[in-house]
């Protein structure tokens, strides 16, 4: 019998994806961990893996083929001699109609393909774990996945004991349905429609630039956070000169290493720090409630062409500096070529943004959600100050603006722990203790 391949989910938000290339031809033998494609998300190329075994039978999406749905067929495998093109006939047109779902809509409002999957929260599973599901009349909404991500596989099902009341999971089916409507609205940020700006600069030669995966997620994102975040903004500046020296020379002992400290290492070490110091600040905005982390989990912005990716590096207060500064390395170099794995970008309770290396003396940035605030880095300038004896020196100055959202940190607790900040920059000899 011949099994549908669908597109999978391969991160928790991920709603449709590239599929980028295929590592299988058409009459290949696939066995089951085999990877067969290369699929591209809003952040990350990543490779596929087969669950089920049989023959490449038919490839249905093309590689270079964008904006292709969770669940929707990609390909059939079939049995030896089976023939695949007439056993994928009929079912290769019925996900293109089953797919009305918005980029960005909760996976709640996303259909299954199948007639046996469950009303309510989307339920993945392999194509040979849900025929087995049908053919037994079993609700794999009341099966537990032990594939990746919660994934149902073979093992699940065939074990499994259909339940009573499994064919009545088919009535609730509208709601989901009725909910996309409203999800697809929102999907992405409100503004002009598009036809009405191309009329006002119908007059004037202009590049069109249509959206990929990853800018449409940062401008629904982003749209989203300035919306729905009450953002308020903390300033300090720091003075940077004993951070200069001890940085010169931690280096000049670190040269025959081949590690070089950059002062964005020692800001995300200071921040780790204050996470410790100021453990209210270390929390995470949940819907109706508030997580406070134990863990350091500090994100730090990386651009890369099209967007960024945030990067998070775990545990940074118990690393030493050189450690962070070859994990940062590491993260920032995948980043830019789309190979880092969803658990490297997604989590962290709070975010760093460093333009300060491209000559922005100061901004603010936006939180991006759930973290509950994000710390904006200037540049370091050399400013006439008041010394410590009352009279006017130079000293390099580094403004830094941090961005709270209002539910999760009030004033003062923003204020304690961007102080925490900036004593840990001016004591630089406290971040080796």
């Not at 797919?99 to 299954?112: C, E, G, M, R, T």
Request: with cysteine; aromatic share 4%; hydrophobic share 50%.
């Amino acid at each position: 019998m011949a099994v549908e391949i669908l597109m999978p989910a391969l991160s928790p938000t991920m709603e449709e994806g590239t599929l980028a290339k295929w590592l299988v031809k058409e009459g290949q033998a696939v066995k089951s961990g085999m990877i067969i494609a290369e699929i591209e998300t809003d952040k990350a190329t990543m490779e596929f893996e087969a669950v089920d075994e049989g023959v490449m039978g038919k490839i249905l999406i093309a590689e270079g083929t964008a904006g292709v749905k969770v669940n929707t067929p990609i390909a059939v495998l079939v049995e030896e001699g089976e023939d695949a093109p007439a056993a994928a006939a009929p079912k290769a047109a019925t996900p293109a109609a089953a797919v009305p779902v918005a980029v960005a809509a909760p996976p709640v409002a996303s259909p299954a393909p199948v007639a046996a999957a469950p009303a309510g929260a989307r339920v993945f599973a392999s194509p040979l774990a849900r025929r087995i599901a049908r053919d037994k009349g079993l609700d794999l909404g009341s099966v537990k996945g032990s594939g990746p991500h919660g994934r149902i596989v073979r093992a699940d099902v065939e074990g499994a004991v259909p339940m009573a009341a499994a064919p009545a999971a088919t009535a609730p089916a509208p709601a989901p349905a009725a909910a996309a409507k409203p999800a697809a609205v929102a999907s992405m940020p409100t503004g002009m429609a598009a036809e009405t700006v191309m009329k006002m600069y119908a007059d004037r030669p202009y590049e069109e630039v249509a959206l990929d995966g990853m800018r449409r997620t940062v401008a629904a994102r982003l749209t989203e956070a300035k919306q729905t975040i009450p953002h308020f903004y903390l300033r300090r500046e720091v003075r940077l000169d004993a951070l200069m020296a001890f940085r010169e020379q931690m280096n000049k002992g670190l040269e025959s290493r081949g590690v070089k400290l950059s002062v964005n290492d020692f800001i995300i070490k200071a921040c780790a720090m204050a996470l410790q110091a100021v453990p209210n600040a270390n929390a995470v905005w949940a819907g109706d409630r508030i997580l406070k982390l134990k863990p350091s989990d500090v994100a730090v912005a990386v651009a890369v062409e099209g967007g960024l990716f945030t990067p998070v590096l775990r545990d940074a207060d118990k690393k030493s500096l050189s450690a962070l500064s070859a994990e940062m390395k590491d993260l920032a170099t995948r980043a830019k070529t789309k190979k880092l794995a969803p658990h490297e970008y997604q989590g962290g309770s709070f975010a760093i943004s460093n333009l300060g290396m491209m000559g922005v003396e100061n901004f603010d940035a936006v939180i991006n959600p759930p973290h509950g605030a994000i710390l904006a880095v200037g540049a370091g300038i050399k400013k006439p100050v008041v010394l410590a004896d009352g009279t006017i020196g130079v000293a390099t100055v580094m403004s830094m603006t941090l961005s709270v959202d209002h539910r999760v940190i009030d004033g003062a607790l923003g204020a304690e722990f961007l102080k925490a900040v900036i004593e840990a920059l001016e004591n630089p000899m406290v971040m080796l203790a």
